[in-house]
């Protein structure tokens, strides 16, 4: 955010108060300005991200085990909602595992499997399964 001059005061924490305040009072104006901004700057965000992520990729590893070790059941709720699609992971809003593999019936580790993939909607045909059905059925597939 930029640093907001309203008065030329000298006194340094005098300014912060006066910065505050307008912040304050003008709370919602930043607000739709912000969003205004990250609109029409989309792409540059995007690359200002990347570029941040790449050259301090170490430090983002530091920060996730930090988040992960203090957010043990957020953690474990977010991985439970990720799907792998096409080469990536997506985060869906709800989970999609029930636990239960449904061609032998064992309740245990599940992966979803893409029988087809549809682009619009990354769920439709997929069967839940478990990891040695999920082999099994690979590797039918590639005879």
């Known amino acids: 955010m930029r640093n907001i001059n309203i008065l030329p005061v000298k006194d340094p924490i005098r300014r912060k108060a006066i910065q505050k305040r307008y912040r304050e009072n003008h709370k919602e104006q930043i607000k739709t300005k912000a969003k205004e901004y990250r609109l029409q700057h989309k792409e540059q965000i995007k690359q200002i991200s990347r570029e941040y992520y790449h050259n301090n990729q170490e430090r983002e590893r530091i920060r996730l085990?930090?988040?992960?070790?203090?957010?043990?059941?957020?953690?474990?709720?977010?991985i439970q909602r990720?799907?792998?699609?096409?080469?990536k992971y997506i985060t869906l809003d709800k989970n999609p595992r029930t636990g239960m593999c449904t061609n032998c019936g064992k309740v245990e580790h599940t992966n979803l499997h893409h029988i087809n993939y549809h682009e619009r909607d990354p769920l439709m045909d997929t069967?839940?399964?478990?990891?040695?059905?999920?082999r099994r059925t690979h590797i039918q597939n590639e005879r």
């Open 65 to 78: 085990t930090i988040w992960r070790s203090n957010n043990p059941d957020k953690y474990k709720e977010q």
């Open 82 to 87: 990720r799907i792998y699609f096409k080469g």
């Open 127 to 134: 069967v839940e399964l478990c990891v040695s059905c999920h």
